[in-house]
């Protein structure tokens, strides 16, 4: 059924269907529109089921319906009953009207709706004019009652590369105390769409304005203060050099892991001791368990914790390794290889590490020369060479010939 069909059905019975939300944000400013959410205004729930039958409702509590793939639902409004993000009363019924439903959204420019009869845009908060001048904005001093909109506000920011409005920031900083109240699961996923962004940093930039980065981003936080050498790092404290690798990243590859991996590759510095300042000596093995304990607390991907412990223990020896010793590259090439992350991963964040003045750095070829070597250097090679299956030996073997190749290619 096509989505006019189904407008002038509404219609029919007194009703009106509205594109609204993210849909019409993203028309307006030319991105590609993934999902489209429709409002229906002037019917009752009755009305509704008994016009689209098929419909599947999806909520306990919200009249939202699924038909034809897409989410369809009823105008509504909302009343904070109590602390946290899902203490709400819903109200609904057929007097409610677009600017009442649009009322209750988080920001201006997801608070627009667009007539499907006519195509009439409907802004009562002026959200086009926010997108023309690229700032996000609370829709009204409700923005107050969720704490997610929190962590909204810092991913739509990383999403669209805009500026947040002080005012909203305010309301953010007041949300403090709430979102401890949030549960791990919605905090993590506003972080891991945060991450997917083309500029992750403001996600981190945002949360670190609104003074409220250290309830769930403890780690991150932890960064900023903690200065480092001058001479190798002119963009400033770790928490700069944080942001700036993770940008990096983000022009660099799609992947998720390898993101986290640049993201928390550094979490060591956090804990230098003040008087070790600008130095960070250990901070790569130190960061392993801090690591660990970010991404168990907010319950992440085990294959991101993974990839990013060996991110914090292997960087600094990816960023040196044309001045280590032979046997001390073959073990690092043969731990990397063998971690979630890989070589081409390590070789990522140590690149997005090491970038200066949009410069590649020199010498960070130890992913091809690892390749390289196991490609020629393998178990098959030492069986046929030495005529040999005893695992033991073989890998005693394996180990001394590449430590060879290393010494002769490198």
């Known amino acids: 059924m096509e989505i006019l069909e189904i407008a002038n059905r509404i219609k029919e019975k007194g009703g009106k269907l509205y594109l609204v939300g993210g849909a019409v944000r993203d028309e307006l400013i030319g991105r590609k529109v993934h999902d489209k959410d429709y409002c229906v205004v002037g019917l009752e729930q009755k009305e509704w089921e008994t016009l689209f039958p098929e419909a599947h409702k999806r909520g306990k509590f919200f009249c939202v319906y699924d038909l034809e793939g897409t989410e369809f639902a009823l105008a509504r409004k909302e009343k904070k009953e109590g602390i946290g993000h899902k203490q709400f009363s819903i109200i609904t019924g057929k007097e409610i009207t677009i600017e009442e439903d649009l009322a209750r959204r988080d920001i201006t420019i997801n608070a627009m709706a667009k007539e499907i009869e006519t195509g009439e845009l409907i802004d009562p908060y002026k959200g086009k004019n926010d997108l023309e001048n690229k ?207 890989g070589l081409d991963g390590m070789k990522i964040v140590v690149l997005c590490d090491r970038w200066r003045e949009d410069e590649m750095p020199e010498d960070v070829n130890f992913a091809q020369i690892g390749k390289e070597c196991f490609s020629k250097i393998n178990g098959k090679y030492i069986e046929e060479k030495y005529h040999i299956k005893n695992a033991k030996k073989v890998g005693e073997l394996l180990r001394k010939e590449r430590i060879e190749w290393m010494k002769e290619n490198k």
């Not at 700032?135 to 669209?160: G, Q």
């Not at 990013?308 to 292997?314: D, H, I, Q, S, V």
Request: overall charge positive; hydrophobic content about 40%; charged content about 30%.
């Open 135 to 341: 700032i996000i904005r609370a829709t009204s001093k409700a923005f107050c009652e969720d704490p997610l909109r929190v962590y909204r506000v810092a991913r739509f920011s990383a999403m669209l590369d805009f500026q947040v409005e002080e005012n909203t920031i305010s309301m953010m900083k007041n949300l403090k105390d709430e979102l401890s109240t949030l549960s791990v699961e919605r905090v993590f996923d506003e972080f891991r769409k945060a991450l997917s962004t083309d500029k992750p940093s403001r996600f981190f930039e945002i949360l670190k304005k609104a003074e409220v980065l250290d309830v769930h981003f403890k780690e991150i936080y932890d960064l900023i203060g903690s200065t480092q050498p001058q001479k190798y790092h002119p963009e400033g404290d770790s928490f700069a050099h944080t942001m700036m690798v993770i940008d990096k990243c983000a022009q660099i590859t799609d992947s998720l892991e390898i993101r986290f991996s640049a993201l928390v590759h550094d979490l060591g510095k956090g804990i230098t001791p003040k008087e070790m300042l600008p130095h960070h000596y250990g901070h790569d093995k130190k960061g392993v368990f801090l690591v660990a304990n970010f991404g168990k607390r907010l319950k992440m991907p085990e294959v991101w914790i993974k990839c990013g412990k060996t991110a914090a223990a292997e960087h600094m020896l990816g960023g040196i390794f044309s001045k280590m010793t032979a046997p001390k590259q073959v073990d690092f090439l043969e731990r990397v290889s063998k971690s979630k992350l």
